[in-house]
């Protein structure tokens, strides 16, 4: 098996930290056109998948296969690399080793074996009758603010408004963006759910720096966030389930 | 009762932590005119007293009555604000809760019941022989030397000086201001008193943006230290009274 | 025995952190033409030599004597210093204290006695086959970097590349730099040698802004980093015994 290719640290760095925020090892599926993976945490509360396409990087070739990395290393290795190195990968099969170069530091990190790293999730067909285009970061704000006053945070839609809310035993929080504070919004039904602040927060930390999400919504059901990285050469897609309103 | 206010995020924030340094509940005067409040923190060593005029809003209106908040709470909310926010305030009364806006964002808070908050402190009437005048900064950077050396600060006249000395085992560390150095100083008789850094370090935290403090100083008197806040639409007043020299 | 001089806070402060890094008390050598140390840490692992002209000095003014200062407490109170400040010292001899004034504060710090602090090292008298010139943050980079998979690194000549290499249980990192990216190598015989990290890390923390240093390398000897301070007008030089590679 061949994989060999040259990429920003930046992208790298981004695209990693949107999986780690939810798995600490996965495997990743390398082919021609790109890379990928699908994981679900632990707690089998929440999923991401992921996609880099071979444009994302200088210079990229690989032949299919599977590999297994310990992301919490990888995230650590990378926070030695400045924003404007490049950062050069290559797999040797034999060594079952990835070799990590950049700013003339080279890593070499073992791979995991594959087989000991949770299965692929498989993903849920829904059919979510909302569908809300905003700001990253007004999602994020959300979610901060939530936390001042609750674990949880209630995302749903009023009529042309799309509202986050948080209630703690006294004290309460809302935000809510009409349709014209949105890039767009569809609704073909209701959708008002629960979710844990644990997971968003971790997740809505990827989103700070997007400028569009998407996200899905129903009446008690799971949220899908996807957004664009790496200039339009990638894709993130987070699945995270409900939590029942007592 | 009518409560309803927008005022500056940054004006607020200010106001509030100038208060929360010393209390962590408190129970605020409303009135056509402005706000105001008097505090005693629950050692009964330092108090506060506070006022901001209507004029520091950009817009109020308010009937007679008093209100209790959490300014813990109050400080976290308005810590999600920018300081470009304006902030919106309105009380409910029926459901006792205070609404915040700001960027989108509403919060709502329960209000505290006023008769679960420690009575109004009676102020001492107080004639203290030494007046000064001086750059805010200036008493922060003394106070910050001194918790180098120790945990209490002596603050006297010596002269045409006003000093700030701290003593420990075996080292010690000395602002001298002279008249120059001060915008005014006047005595009319001796002063020297010590106090506790814990307080100090906390009040002098308001006073790093504050271009000009008034400080009263006596022996083995309480310091009152004022300044205005909101430019000079508001005002706050610390009084802390002194520890015996060993 | 007098003692006097002015400097600026920021050579001042560089050159106290750079003995600090190995011990907390030291025992200074005064003179006419300036100040020298020389220390070894507690463990008996590294040993520092210092000299500061009297030229990287405002004004200087000192006769032959040897003063015990604590290190920790000098670098705090030079942390209240801004970069601009000047710093003022003056040795009190009857009251066995040492005076530090900048920006209007004034410290006095009580002195060690300097029979209390642990002897001056003998300095070993060392031939290393080994001597490259680089940019301190060169160092910096490959001690951070090794960091990430171990607590020892192995500096040493590979033909013209001078390498520094940690290795973990499974995964390694490695910083190779050729002759071009040096400033300078000359290599008379091998050099391989294992140190601790603990003290490399520590020592590299002076290292950052310091853009010529040279190390003297041998196989399974001490290293030896020199660099210079004040703009010229002081070194620094660490020894560090290596570790027995397992």
């Known amino acids: 098996m061949v994989f060999r290719a040259v990429i920003d640290a ?7 930290e949107a999986i780690s925020t939810l798995v600490d090892e996965a495997k990743f599926k390398l ?15 929440a999923m991401v998948s992921f996609e880099l396409s071979s444009k994302a990087f200088d210079s990229y070739e690989s032949t ?11 995230v650590n290795v990378l926070g030695m690399a400045k924003s404007s190195d490049k950062v050069g990968l290559e797999l040797n099969e034999k060594t079952h080793k990835l070799s ?11 791979l995991l074996d594959p087989s000991s790293i949770r299965k ?18 007004d999602l994020r704000k959300a979610v901060k603010a939530a936390e001042t006053v609750s674990d949880h945070i209630i995302l749903g839609v009023d009529g042309d408004v799309l509202f986050m809310e948080a209630k703690g035993d006294t ?20 959708a008002r759910s629960l979710f844990s602040l644990d997971y968003l927060s971790d997740m809505s ?9 998407t996200i899905h919504l ?3 059901y799971p949220i899908k966030i996807n957004f664009m990285i790496a200039n339009g050469n990638g894709k993130v897609g987070y699945l995270l389930a409900p939590r029942i309103e007592s």
């Open 10 to 16: 930046d992208i790298l760095k981004d695209s990693i």
């Open 31 to 45: 082919g021609p056109e790109g890379i990928s993976l699908m994981a679900v945490d632990p707690a089998n509360v």
């Open 64 to 74: 299919e296969g599977e590999i297994g990395l310990d992301l919490i290393k990888l």
């Open 100 to 110: 990590i170069s950049m700013g003339g530091l080279s890593y070499t990190l073992s």
């Open 120 to 137: 692929e999730p498989k993903v849920p067909s829904l059919d979510l009758p909302v569908k809300a285009t905003l700001n990253g970061n």
């Open 171 to 190: 004290d309460q929080v809302r935000l809510g963006l009409t349709k014209d504070e949105l890039i767009d919004l569809t609704a073909s039904g209701p």
């Open 205 to 213: 930390k990827s989103l700070k720096k997007v400028n569009e999400i």
């Open 218 to 220: 129903g009446k008690d």
